[in-house]
């Protein structure tokens, strides 16, 4: 069997309990995924339905996702976006569900915002998150030019990530994988990222 990435999966479960597992640890993440884009509840329903009797149909083609959460999330989003496109030819696209060029990844999307928001922070948690998490500086490189101790600059970096992620998390919903891995992001309204400073 693939290795799944899915935390509460021990070695001893098959592919039936690991699908079960991801029903029952992220159903309700992934329908919040699907609600906050569309308005209809029963339509957001049928798109969660739809996507978990895909996996079941992988499971008995053999063909189990290796990464089960990012693949539902894939076919969640596409199921959307052909909800908008068949259903509601009125309705506009919500902008975080329009393909993007394939060198732009999510990752790369939220990047844009980050670099301002690591600049709004105080100091000295700004300087310190720009020498280290954007010019790759090591700690030890930075706690010289700085004139302290590699725990301070550790710590302060530390503390400045903390920060960066209660700016983000003001403005932005996240969804991440198993692993933590971010898999998607939209702002919590059309005028959040007014907000972020």
């Given amino acids: ?12 479960m098959d592919e039936s309990d690991i699908i079960e ?9 992934l329908f919040y995924f699907i609600q906050s ?3 209809s509840y029963s339509d ?3 798109i969660l339905s739809q996507a978990f009797s895909k996996l079941i149909a992988q499971q008995k083609q053999k063909d189990l996702p290796s990464e089960i959460v990012p693949w539902l999330y894939r076919v969640i989003r596409n199921s ?3 909800y908008y496109r068949t259903s509601r030819t009125t309705t506009e696209l919500p902008t975080d569900l329009i393909q993007e060029t394939p060198s732009v990844s999510t990752f790369e999307t939220l990047s844009c915002c980050v670099e301002p928001m690591i600049r709004l922070l105080p100091e000295p948690y700004s300087e310190v998150l720009i020498l280290s998490d954007i010019k790759k500086l090591k700690h030890k490189m930075i706690a010289e030019q700085r004139g302290c101790s590699i725990n301070t ?3 302060q970096v530390k503390r400045a990530r903390e920060k960066l992620q209660e700016k983000l998390a003001r403005c932005c919903v996240f969804t991440r994988s198993e692993t933590y891995s971010l898999i998607d992001f939209h702002p919590k309204s059309k005028t959040s990222c007014k907000n972020c400073d």
């Fill in 44 to 46: 957001a329903e049928d």
């Fill in 37 to 39: 884009r569309i308005d």
């Fill in 1 to 12: 069997m693939a290795k799944y990435i899915i935390t509460l999966a021990d070695k001893n």
């Fill in 80 to 82: 959307i976006i052909d």
């Fill in 153 to 155: 600059i550790k710590s």
């Fill in 21 to 29: 597992q991801v029903w029952i640890n992220h159903r309700d993440k």
